[in-house]
């Protein structure tokens, strides 16, 4: 590398700058050795080892890295102003650098940001972030998101396959605990007494067929299996078959079976604590 003509980027061409860095497009970076010693691992070793009497000041060193990840990973390095964030691609990439050069302070402002609502839509992904890197309270909030998706439908086996053993199986295990708990909810008495208690009667004495409240009860799991985030049960059981089948369950005396009212409370508070990821 020569800088007799230099390329520099705007924002790294300080000409009394001691290191001067190459990306793999022979964009060159002049940044002061001790912003690198300071905040990388990576160059505080390399600039560490003996150098040769005739070497180079400047130093020069390519590093091979693509300019559009090379500068983000710079500029916060340098303390400068980060553009917004393109795409979670992007946001990889630039993990991978920053995991390379060793920077715990770049990496500590991607940990703020990944939480945010621009990865919303990409809660697989995050997870194989926070996980990798260990971030337990981003892991335990995007573990609820990833319940909005059907893990193992061959859309998302890419994405699982980047995982380690250890946080593929807290992620299935998670997921399973969230149906068994909804499935366990709705079996029981505490909440739907009125669809599990056996036998039951009405009022006037007659028994009680709880058939609506069996199928309408194995249609909410049905779809809580497909999506255990159980976000849009609510929503959507408004026009299900089943759901007014069992409303308008009666008894000949013309006592309803279930409380339309409560039942739909009662449900709500399930999903919640099905999705509770500090539950037993």
């Given at each position: 590398?020569?800088?007799?003509?230099?390329?520099?980027?705007?924002?790294?061409?300080?000409?009394?700058?001691?290191?001067?860095?190459?990306?793999?497009?022979?964009?060159?970076?002049?940044?002061?050795?001790?912003?690198?010693?300071?905040t990388s691992g990576f160059f505080r070793t390399m600039l560490s080892l003996p150098q040769p009497p005739d070497a180079k000041v400047p130093h020069e060193i390519p590093v091979g890295e693509k300019d559009l990840v090379m500068e983000r990973v710079l500029r916060m390095m340098s303390g400068l102003e980060i553009p917004r964030w393109a795409s979670f691609d992007e946001v990889e990439a630039t993990l991978e650098l920053i995991e390379k050069w060793d920077t715990p302070g770049p990496l500590s402002v991607i940990r703020t940001a990944i939480s945010s609502s621009l990865f919303?839509?990409?809660?697989?992904?995050?997870?194989?972030?926070?996980?990798?890197?260990?971030?337990?309270?981003?892991?335990?909030?995007?573990?609820?998101?990833?319940?909005?998706?059907?893990?193992?439908?061959?859309?998302?086996?890419?994405?699982?396959?980047?995982?380690?053993?250890?946080?593929?199986?807290?992620?299935?295990?998670?997921?399973?605990?969230?149906?068994?708990?909804?499935?366990?909810?709705?079996?029981?008495?505490?909440?739907?007494?009125?669809?599990?208690?056996?036998?039951?009667?009405?009022?006037?004495?007659?028994?009680r067929d709880n058939y609506p409240w069996r199928v309408l009860k194995a249609k909410l799991l049905s779809e809580f299996n497909r999506r255990p985030l159980g976000d849009q049960i609510l929503t959507d059981m408004s026009g299900w078959p089943e759901s007014a089948a069992c409303w308008r369950a009666k008894c000949h005396c013309g006592n309803l079976y279930y409380d339309q009212v409560s039942t739909v409370g009662n449900i709500k508070e399930s999903i919640k604590n099905a999705i509770d990821p500090m539950a037993a």
């Open positions: 590398m020569s800088t007799a003509q230099e390329n520099c980027h705007p924002l790294f061409s300080d000409k009394t700058a001691d290191v001067v860095l190459q990306s793999a497009e022979g964009t060159l970076y002049r940044i002061h050795s001790v912003i690198l010693r300071i919303a839509d990409e809660p697989l992904r995050v997870y194989v972030l926070t996980s990798h890197f260990g971030w337990g309270e981003e892991t335990k909030a995007v573990l609820v998101e990833t319940l909005r998706l059907e893990l193992f439908g061959g859309e998302h086996d890419t994405t699982l396959c980047r995982l380690s053993s250890r946080s593929l199986l807290t992620l299935v295990a998670f997921h399973d605990r969230c149906k068994a708990r909804f499935r366990d909810a709705l079996d029981g008495t505490d909440l739907f007494a009125a669809g599990n208690e056996e036998p039951r009667e009405c009022g006037c004495g007659k028994r």
